[in-house]
T-cell receptor, first 113, second 116 residues
Framework: ETGVTQTPRHLVMGMTNKKSLKCEQHLGHNAMYWYKQSAKKPLELMFVYSLEERVENNSVPSRFSPECPNSSHLFLHLHTLQPEDSALYLC????????????FGPGTRLTVL | AQTVTQSQPEMSVQEAETVTLSCTYDTSESDYYLFWYKQPPSRQMILVIRQEAYKQQNATENRFSVNFQKAAKSFSLKISDSQLGDAAMYFCAYRSRMDSSYKLIFGSGTRLLVRP
């Protein structure tokens, strides 16, 4: 365990559903990240938050909506997803300096039907 | 655009032996970072080692060391005295120091198997 937890670990949803992914860290980090890991593609950065403020949105479609209510929690709200959004979604955290993800969570395996 | 290539999808090493994982990258920039991440079967990935491009000295972290060849754009990871716990996917990654993005560009990964 790296100290970064994610729930749920697996999620199956239809294209019209709304669901949320949750990430939590109690490492004292103040930067948090969402990454997407698709089969046969390298990891892709989605969002970066620093001190609850979004500092990067890496051209992610609006059907993905992040939320960072405090420095320990990060959410990814999902709505009207497409089958090609099926992937492993990884949360990561780090100290703010350099905005380099140090520890990742176990991921949520998302399947969109 | 920068790219990172890991040409070895899978490598195998005998426990206690040394193994080297290859990574090459393509960039027109002169100032950047390079990293190796480890993703064990539990999928909780962690940062293993980092290298600043302006530093000539190769980074070392315990049994992990890199061979950074800037002119050749090569950044290999050497694992000495391999242990069973080293079995994982290893990702090489690049980040520019010359733009404002925090984006890491990852390679496709190398799966390391450790034989007891």
């Amino acid at each position: 365990e790296t100290g970064v937890t994610q729930t749920p670990r697996h999620l199956v949803m239809g294209m019209t559903n709304k669901k949320s992914l949750k990430c939590e860290q109690h490492l004292g980090h103040n930067a948090m990240y969402w990454y997407k890991q698709s089969a046969k593609k390298p990891l892709e950065l989605m969002f970066v938050y620093s001190l609850e403020e979004r500092v990067e949105n890496n051209s992610v479609p609006s059907r993905f909506s992040p939320e960072c209510p405090n420095s320990s929690h990060l959410f990814l709200h999902l709505h009207t997803l497409q089958p090609e959004d099926s992937a492993l979604y990884l949360c990561a955290s780090s100290h703010q300096t350099g905005f380099l993800p140090q520890y990742f969570g176990p991921g949520t395996r998302l399947t969109v039907l | 655009a920068q790219t990172v290539t890991q040409s070895q999808p899978e490598m195998s090493v005998q426990e206690a032996e040394t193994v080297t994982l290859s990574c090459t990258y393509d960039t027109s920039e002169s100032d950047y970072y390079l990293f190796w991440y480890k993703q064990p079967p539990s999928r909780q990935m962690i940062l293993v080692i980092r290298q600043e491009a302006y530093k000539q000295q190769n980074a070392t972290e315990n049994r992990f060391s890199v061979n950074f060849q800037k002119a050749a754009k090569s950044f290999s990871l050497k694992i000495s005295d391999s242990q069973l716990g080293d079995a994982a996917m290893y990702f090489c990654a690049y980040r520019s120091r010359m733009d404002s993005s925090y984006k890491l560009i990852f390679g496709s990964g190398t799966r390391l198997l450790v034989r007891p």
